[in-house]
């Protein structure tokens, strides 16, 4: 009977901790993940929890405050977080990588593993540091020596190390999500999968026969819209700006027969 009551003890605390850790939270086992970064020069401090099921990948759909969908599946594989108004950046963070580690606990490893800014958390909890991190389960528990995250998890809350890393989704290019929805005058995508810095400032669109580019509003996290006044004629070529000022011009990307909620990748990626 003993052994029955402990578990039963830690699945509850297990619980428990996951319950204290949801913020405002709308809503990668670096060695699983195919997003492969390098590290970036200098760490910084910061705070970390998770939200969701224990083993989980934070939201219950699987999604999360930018827009991304499926967040369990590779390639995010789950190594996920929701970042503070610092990480966030009104949605402008989505997509960036970061390294995290731990050593402020017995079970942390030291070792960093590799999350993606897929959700976001401004309020509560989280505005506890400059920089939060409120972590999928999975991620939170990425950061343990093996076999202990449960005990880390358990912990609740961290002071943890954070570096900017490039982004490589190692097999995939830039790739556009159609929101449902669209149609020739309002056109919405997702964009995907996009190496180097993972955060955009700024999208355009160019229609097939013209020779202008017209910016898109961004509409949420990382899905950007495009109101337009006229019936909107493809093949739609796509220019992407990140923060920093680098730019790509995905070319004739989206088909002129295009259709809502269909995914259309280019052949082009930014560098790392």
Request: hydrophobic fraction near 35%.
């Amino acid at each position: 009977m003993a052994p029955l009551i402990h578990k039963f003890l830690s699945s509850s605390l297990l619980i428990l901790v996951a319950f204290t850790t949801i913020f405002s939270c709308s809503a990668l086992n670096p060695k699983s993940l195919n997003a492969s970064l390098a590290v970036a020069s200098g760490w910084g401090s910061a705070s970390a929890t998770f939200y969701g099921d224990p083993r989980g990948s934070g939201p219950k759909d699987n999604g999360g405050g930018c827009g991304f969908k499926n967040v369990n599946l590779p390639p995010f594989n789950s190594l996920t977080s929701c970042g503070n108004i610092n990480l966030f950046k009104g949605g402008k963070g989505c997509g960036a990588c970061y390294h995290v580690k731990c050593t402020s606990h017995p079970a942390c490893s030291g070792k960093p593993s590799t999350i993606v800014i897929t959700d976001e958390c401004l309020y509560g909890g989280c505005a506890d540091a400059p920089y939060h991190f409120d972590m999928s389960g999975i991620a939170f528990g990425s950061m343990a020596i093996a076999g202990q995250e449960d005990d880390l998890r358990h912990a609740g809350r961290l002071a943890v190390e954070f570096a900017r890393v490039p982004c490589n989704y190692r097999g995939h290019n830039v790739a556009f999500h159609i929101e449902v929805g669209s149609n020739p005058m309002y056109l919405a995508v997702l964009i995907e999968y996009q190496n180097g810095e993972g955060d955009l400032s700024k999208v355009e669109l160019k229609e097939g026969a013209s020779g202008a580019w017209t910016p898109f509003k961004q509409s949420w996290g990382k899905i950007w819209r495009m109101d337009s006044t006229h019936p909107l004629q493809g093949p739609f070529s796509i220019r992407l700006t990140t923060l920093t000022g680098k730019f790509l011009v995905a070319s004739n990307v989206i088909p002129a027969n295009w259709k809502p909620n269909m995914v259309y990748e280019s052949n082009v990626n930014f560098s790392n």
